[in-house]
């Protein structure tokens, strides 16, 4: 078990680029999901992954926000069009039935 | 999800029981109570949960009230590593794929 990787674990840019986020999840897990984390904030989720298929968005992802999941092993995170509201940590968890979900250490995205 | 309620923050001298509360008094017969703990830069990691017993691992105990309204999470002998934001959370057994919601936890600081 080598744990839930993401990279990069920060990401500066200027407003208006594009940016995406890796997350490798534990081998064998079946479900992956993106949350982002605000300062002072808990968690908050974006999407989720069954396998390859994209089962479930927030309001929160909005149309500048992609995810992929090829193949069903790791997923992208894609923001275009990068806005000073986007800045926040981008976090990646994995699972497979009905364990508990784990998490990586997240991608800090800063825009300048 | 039940919504549930915890202090802001805590502090603990290193050494002692760290005992953390929340309350969860609109929980349901069939929702989990799932402790998840935030150190400064990591992602969430998950503790411990439970139904309606008293749980132990290695890493704390949880203890459930009777009426399963309110919940403490233990940390027998607080480190200065267990200073991080825990979170408590309500959750069905079988969503086991849907989102974890977080509410913003509260910041436990163990004093040296």
């Known amino acids: 078990d080598t744990g839930v990787s993401q990279d990069p674990r920060h990401k500066i840019t200027k407003r208006g680029q594009n940016v995406t986020f890796r997350c490798d999840p534990i081998?064998?897990?079946?479900?992956l999901y993106w949350y982002r984390q605000t300062l002072g904030q808990g968690p908050e989720f974006l999407t989720y992954f069954q396998n390859e298929a994209q089962l479930e968005k927030s309001r929160l992802l909005s149309d500048r926000f992609s995810a992929e999941r090829p193949k069903g092993s790791f997923s992208t995170l894609e923001i275009q069009r990068t806005e000073q509201g986007d800045s926040a940590m981008y976090l990646c968890?994995?699972?497979?039935?009905?364990?508990?979900?784990?998490f990586g250490d997240g991608t800090r995205l800063s825009i300048l | 999800d039940a919504k549930t309620t915890q202090p802001p923050s805590m502090d603990c001298a290193e050494g002692r029981a760290a005992n953390l509360p929340c309350n969860h008094s609109t929980i349901s017969g069939n929702e989990y109570v799932y402790w998840y703990r935030q150190i400064h830069s990591q992602g969430p990691q998950y503790i411990i949960h439970g139904l309606k017993n008293n749980e132990t691992n290695e890493m704390a105990s949880l203890i459930i009230t009777e009426d399963r309204k309110s919940s403490t999470l233990i940390l027998p002998h607080a480190t200065l590593r267990d200073t991080a934001v825990y979170y408590c959370?309500?959750?069905?057994?079988?969503?086991?794929?849907?989102?974890?919601?977080f509410g913003k936890g509260t910041r436990l600081s163990v004093i040296a």
């Open positions: 968890a994995s699972t497979r039935e009905d364990q508990p979900q784990h």
């Open positions: 959370i309500v959750r069905a057994y079988y969503s086991g794929n849907t989102p974890l919601v």
């Open positions: 081998s064998e897990h079946n479900r």
